[in-house]
């Protein structure tokens, strides 16, 4: 794909900054309820109660709430956070370095779907994986999540540039075709370099 006129670049950040893996989550909610992994990962959905906590809509307790509804687990809250905050792994290979080459001839910016719980500890782990970004808007602060259409309009508006001009990064086919269906480009970052491949075809 070749990519015209960027003027920023948009990058999601779990899978694309930071490798995450909810396998982790669900072996630790087991380990505290004595039970095997692979229940907890089939009941486990995207549902409203999820996309609302991301929205900030909902706090942690209200959605681990729903949680031990749905997972059919009597954890206390403490041992749900415990295994919340387990999904983050390292940062993808590389991508400090990049962002920081990056950095001086292109803004840079991110946009999360996350909530107040994962951004918490997020910046414990990883806050120098974020210092080249000018801005990181995430889904709990907006009130809105990807791929919604009004989250990428309210970002382009923050940006200043022309939706067009903005280049976007994630993992999730469904974000990226969301993004397109904006005006954004975008990319589906399949692999650790897809982000570098696509860097050196733009020559920054």
């Known amino acids: 794909m070749t990519h015209h006129s960027v003027e920023a670049l948009l990058f999601d950040i779990g899978g694309v900054v930071v490798r995450i893996d909810f396998n982790r989550v669900f072996a630790r909610w087991a380990e505290h309820a004595g039970c095997e992994p692979s229940l907890l990962r089939a009941r486990f959905s995207h549902d409203p109660p999820y996309e609302r906590h991301e929205r900030g809509e909902i ?3 209200a959605y681990f709430a729903s949680l031990r509804n749905s997972l059919g687990i009597d954890l206390d809250d403490a041992r ?3 295994g919340w905050n387990t999904i983050f792994v390292a940062e993808m290979p590389g991508i400090a370095d990049l962002l920081a080459c990056l950095a001086p001839k292109i803004p840079l910016y991110a946009f999360a779907n996350t909530n107040r719980t994962h951004w ?3 910046l414990k ?3 120098p994986a974020v210092g080249q970004f000018r801005t990181v808007f995430t889904s709990h602060e907006m009130g809105l999540r990807k ?5 990428f309009a309210y970002i382009v508006k923050e940006i200043g540039v022309p939706a067009e001009r903005v280049l976007f990064f994630d993992d999730t ?3 990226v075709e ?3 269906a904006c005006g954004l480009q975008a990319v589906h970052v399949t692999s650790d370099e897809t982000v570098r491949d696509t860097a050196a075809a733009l020559q920054l």
């Open 173 to 175: 086919l469904e974000n």
């Open 59 to 61: 706090d942690a307790s």
């Open 80 to 82: 749900l956070r415990d």
């Open 178 to 180: 969301g993004a397109r």
């Open 147 to 151: 791929p919604e259409p009004a989250a």
């Open 125 to 127: 782990q990883f806050a």
């Open 120 to 122: 918490t500890q997020f």
